[in-house]
């Protein structure tokens, strides 16, 4: 993975497509957690409520650690600590295969919680020095990896663990070791090319056209924008097989098929964001990604089984655009601190699924799993506090590369 100077976007793009394939298989292993809930939840005799909380155990670690770990690179870059997260990925799947009590299935998730936080930030970072001045599309194509990874979990889980069992997942480990090895070459590139991750960490402060004010305005916006994807995000990666089985009565297996669908779209959305936020700005992506899900989230409770995947299927696909932009808006907003505002973000997201999750387990094992979703049909209508966003476009690409610094593309 060297670079030169006739070669940067070929180089560029073969840098991005191993960080992806790695969020690729990061990802992957973290979502069987979410698939097999209908495994565990039979074994060990669990409510919607502890379901839950197995989603806040890793999301939690990963949420609060993942500011911190983003703002210590930030000083200090370590082009090897990729290999460190997934490490604890691995040895947070292993014991998902052998834990023999709730609470160990919960320390597991808190270990591949902590191999997340580590890896988020990192990658992003790399992502955007890969980028070429294109950090929409760099960011897109970083996410798009780990979005088609959380969309494989249930599909794995269907055709593998829940037919041999909860033993099964420790196989999984292999894919971590696999991702271990992309990721060490990963971090060679990363340590040739420190230089300018320390030059775009120190350059830093607020946006230069905008009163401290506005921005800080701005970041809580795209924090309750966050919120509101990923809570209602959380009502389907956690429970919209038990809402398609208590609703439709689909098998398990028929049920994680759906699940699968859903997230393919998430992960078909996230592409589009990032290149189509450079190419028009990042706030119309937003606008049209959170509230334009709005209708098809509204209608979706109402729907049959075969309007239901369709339903599903348009919201994800749409909500999903919003992430990637919303990632560089806020790396705009406050320049030169990327893996500081990628670790808070990311974090902040993880903390909403987790938080979202227990907090809907609740509200499912008091009201009923259908109500769940009446509920949060109305969660995406925050995306009209999009329109109190500044419009930071600056004629595309070019415009792109002044935030990253002038030694960006070598």
Known sequence: MSSNSTGESRTGFRVLGAISFSHFLNDTM?????????LLKGKFQLNFAQIGLITLSYQLTASLLQPLVGLYTDHHPKPYSLTLGMGCTLVGLLLLGVAPSYGWVLLAAALVGTGSS????????????????????AQSFF????NMGTA???????????????????????????????????????????????QSST????????????VILSVIILLILVFSKYFYLASFSSYF????????????????????????AVAAGTFLGGPIGDRIGR?????????????FALALPYANLAWTGILAFIAGFILASAFAAIIVF???????????????????????????????????DRHGIVFVYHLCSYLPLLGILTAFLPDLRRGGRAAARQWAGPDASK
Not at 30 to 38: F, G
Not at 120 to 135: F, I, L, N, Q
């Open 118 to 137: 580590i890896f988020h930030p990192e990658s992003s970072r790399v992502a955007r020095m890969a980028s070429g001045g294109r950090h929409g599309l």
């Open 152 to 198: 494989m979990g249930p599909l794995a889980a269907a055709l593998i663990v829940i037919p041999h069992g909860q033993g099964s997942v420790a196989w999984f480990s292999l894919a971590a070791f696999v991702a271990i090895l992309v990721l060490w070459q990963v971090g060679g590139w990363y340590k040739r090319h420190q230089r300018l991750a320390t």
């Open 241 to 264: 097989i038990f809402y398609l089985m208590r609703r439709f009565h689909l098998t398990v297996q028929a049920a994680q098929v759906h699940l699968f669908l859903f997230l393919f």
């Open 30 to 38: 973290q979502s069987l957690i979410l698939a097999i809930y209908p």
């Open 283 to 295: 706030k119309k992506v937003i606008w049209i990604s959170i509230l334009g899900t709005a209708p």
């Open 203 to 214: 350059r830093w402060g607020l946006h230069p056209d905008l009163p401290a004010r506005r």
């Open 143 to 146: 996410q798009v990896g780990g």
């Open 330 to 364: 806020a790396q705009e907003l406050i320049p030169g601190k990327v893996g500081t505002i990628s670790g808070f973000f990311f974090g902040f997201a993880f903390g909403m699924g987790g938080i979202g999750a227990a907090v809907l387990g609740k509200l499912a």
